[in-house]
């Protein structure tokens, strides 16, 4: 009976929830309507506003929940998004509803499953394990984001050599330094975008009024790896000090070239050890087969039957 009473609860929540969507997509503003009845706005626009009204108000009951929660809780979750590059103000809330979609949609599945494979626990074996599979299902957001902040950290790094580069020529050239960002920037677009994303960023905070320690904290807080944490306090350093940033800048592109190189010679080097693997469990044994099966039906046919 209460495998019974889990299963309805669990279609029960899938139904709800097609039900909401439903409402969601067909829902319409009644200002919207009689706007479009009367024809007193443009259609593209007036489709885009129905959405972003559609989105806000689906987001209400989430923004509200998230009111409740701590501070430092809030901003975790804020700067987790931003290294991934989520900067909308709503990206929080949308994270947020779709840990508990997911969540929702994952315990749903197991049930569904099985139900179609008739595997009927006990009520708490059953308890339990719809509730790993929710924590499993809320996880998986995090996975997703804590994979863009690797893939994004990764090609930034990639990219920083040959924008310090650039940076370097700009600033022997005569631009100040907030112009010689905004330049690479630009200039970096379509090579190595993640660079000049932050870059971008980085020249709004110096037009906004901010010092150039502030927005080169907050741009090492923003991609949070050793390479960006040491150019810019090595930038604040010669700053304080007196010191010719450029001479600085040469320095540490020198060595994260160098230390690109060192890191692809190690991936060569590690090739043969990581090919290994294939080697003995997909080549050995074809080649294994393909030798001795010619050997195996001789003899087959030599002994006398």
């Given at each position: 009976m209460g495998e019974l009473i889990i299963y309805g609860l669990s279609f029960g929540t899938l139904a709800l929830l097609l039900i909401a969507v439903y409402m969601f997509l067909r829902g319409r503003e009644n200002a919207y309507a009689r706007l479009d009845a009367a024809g007193?706005?443009?259609?593209?626009?007036?489709?885009?506003?129905?959405?972003?009204?559609k989105v806000q108000k689906s987001l209400t009951p989430f923004r509200e929940m998230l009111k409740k929660e701590k501070d430092d809780v809030s901003n975790k979750r804020k700067n987790l998004l931003v290294s991934a590059g989520y900067y909308s103000k709503d990206a929080p809330v949308i994270y947020y509803m779709v840990r508990l979609i997911m969540a929702g949609l994952v315990c749903v599945l197991v049930a569904f499953l099985m139900f179609i494979l008739q595997v009927?626990?006990?009520?708490?074996?059953?308890?339990?394990?719809?509730?790993?599979?929710?924590?499993?299902?809320?996880?998986?957001?995090?996975?997703?984001?804590k994979s863009r902040i690797g893939e994004r950290r990764q090609k930034f790094t990639e990219g920083l050599p040959d924008s310090l580069d650039m940076l370097l020529v700009c600033l022997e050239s005569g631009l100040s330094f907030p112009?010689?960002?905004?330049?690479?920037?630009?200039?970096?677009?379509?090579?190595?975008?993640?660079?000049?994303?932050?870059?971008?960023?980085a020249t709004l905070e110096f037009q906004a009024g901010r010092k150039r320690a502030e927005t080169l904290l907050n741009l090492a807080s923003r991609v949070d790896t050793p390479e960006i944490h040491s150019i810019v306090m090595m930038i604040i350093q010669s700053d304080n000090l007196g010191t010719s940033l450029t001479r600085s800048l040469r320095a540490a592109a020198g060595d994260l070239r160098k230390d690109r190189m060192l890191k692809a010679e190690e991936k060569a080097t590690a090739l043969p050890a990581k090919m290994s693997v294939p080697l003995?469990?997909?080549?050995?044994?074809?080649?294994?087969?393909?030798?001795?099966?010619?050997?195996?039906?001789?003899?087959?046919r030599e002994i006398p039957g």
């Amino acid at each position: 009976m209460g495998e019974l009473i889990i299963y309805g609860l669990s279609f029960g929540t899938l139904a709800l929830l097609l039900i909401a969507v439903y409402m969601f997509l067909r829902g319409r503003e009644n200002a919207y309507a009689r706007l479009d009845a009367a024809g007193g706005s443009d259609p593209d626009a007036l489709s885009v506003r129905k959405a972003n009204s559609k989105v806000q108000k689906s987001l209400t009951p989430f923004r509200e929940m998230l009111k409740k929660e701590k501070d430092d809780v809030s901003n975790k979750r804020k700067n987790l998004l931003v290294s991934a590059g989520y900067y909308s103000k709503d990206a929080p809330v949308i994270y947020y509803m779709v840990r508990l979609i997911m969540a929702g949609l994952v315990c749903v599945l197991v049930a569904f499953l099985m139900f179609i494979l008739q595997v009927m626990p006990s009520a708490p074996v059953l308890v339990m394990f719809m509730t790993g599979s929710a924590l499993f299902g809320s996880f998986l957001p995090f996975l997703f984001v804590k994979s863009r902040i690797g893939e994004r950290r990764q090609k930034f790094t990639e990219g920083l050599p040959d924008s310090l580069d650039m940076l370097l020529v700009c600033l022997e050239s005569g631009l100040s330094f907030p112009a010689a960002l905004k330049y690479v920037a630009e200039d970096m677009e379509a090579a190595h975008p993640i660079v000049s994303e932050q870059f971008q960023i980085a020249t709004l905070e110096f037009q906004a009024g901010r010092k150039r320690a502030e927005t080169l904290l907050n741009l090492a807080s923003r991609v949070d790896t050793p390479e960006i944490h040491s150019i810019v306090m090595m930038i604040i350093q010669s700053d304080n000090l007196g010191t010719s940033l450029t001479r600085s800048l040469r320095a540490a592109a020198g060595d994260l070239r160098k230390d690109r190189m060192l890191k692809a010679e190690e991936k060569a080097t590690a090739l043969p050890a990581k090919m290994s693997v294939p080697l003995v469990l997909c080549i050995f044994p074809t080649l294994f087969c393909i030798i001795m099966v010619p050997v195996i039906v001789t003899i087959i046919r030599e002994i006398p039957g």
